[in-house]
């Protein structure tokens, strides 16, 4: 078997040739994975791309092995076997009501897990697998049912509506809170400002407070907004609240407010999910995300229904 490239292929690409092969279609096989028709389709095709042959003849009633096609699958047969006897890899759940959801680690811990409880449980049960990821992953292609981002706008290739937007304001640890005092916005400059993964929410914060601002060797960065809120409870620096991402860190009294003024961050909340009709079960877990969100049904509804 040639290929061009010493790439390995993703387990998920196996899997949804795995699935075909014992199933005889396409269709069969998404419904067995929990995936749409469309990324099977895609796992195959890039499968072939791969190998540089056919692994399937298409007929009108489903698929049937070419002569390659049935030698490989004789091997992943095998290899998905040592795999299940000799591995201790976690496996996934999978069934109707199983929806992927991806996002990166700070909402995960931050916004998601604090309502995870209510996302799976009401009013009917879901089972959430979570792929925590700071890349923009190919949803279709990886099997990802919904996305919630930090993003500026849509991205191609995907299906997206802003769930919320969010206004910063600068926090710190208490003792540090009471070093800073009240006063004019310039007196924070006196410490350090802790970015998350660029300046830009700093910039705003302080230009509308009519002040310029560069990043400073006495600042920090930090590319987890998790690592931001340790460092400033740490005390390292002033950090900004980016709600409701902070609301448990305040009410906890971990971190305290230095200066009431707020600004709009140029970055907001986003869900995603793969062009194409999404799943059931992901619909539901769609809704459930954009009434924690308080987002419009009506938005919503037309985010599941919109395919560009």
Known sequence: MDHSSNSMLPLETLRAFDAAARTGSFSAAAEKLNLTHGAVSRQVAKLEDWLG?????????????????NRLHLRTTEAFALISVNSDRW????????????????????WLMPRMAALENDPTRLRIVLDVDNRQADLADEGIDLSVRCGRGR????????????????IASPGLAREIGSGDPARLLKFPLINDSDASGWRAWLAAQDMDYRPRPQDRRFEDYNLVLDAAAHGLGIALARPPL????????????????????????????????????AADLARRIAEQAGLASARLEAFLQDDD
């Open 246 to 281: 902070t609301e448990h860190q305040i009410q906890s009294g971990r971190l305290v407010a230095v200066d009431g003024r707020t600004a709009l961050n140029p970055v907001s909340y986003w869900l995603d999910r793969p062009i194409g009709r999404p799943r059931a079960a």
């Open 155 to 170: 991205i191609p290739g995907r299906v997206s509506v802003q769930l919320f937007e969010e206004y910063l304001f600068p």
């Open 53 to 69: 042959l056919k692994v399937f003849e298409r007929g009108a009633r489903g698929v049937t092995l070419t002569n390659e096609g």
């Open 91 to 110: 496996v996934e759940p999978r069934g109707t009501a199983v929806v992927r959801l991806a996002s990166i680690p700070s909402v995960s811990g931050l």
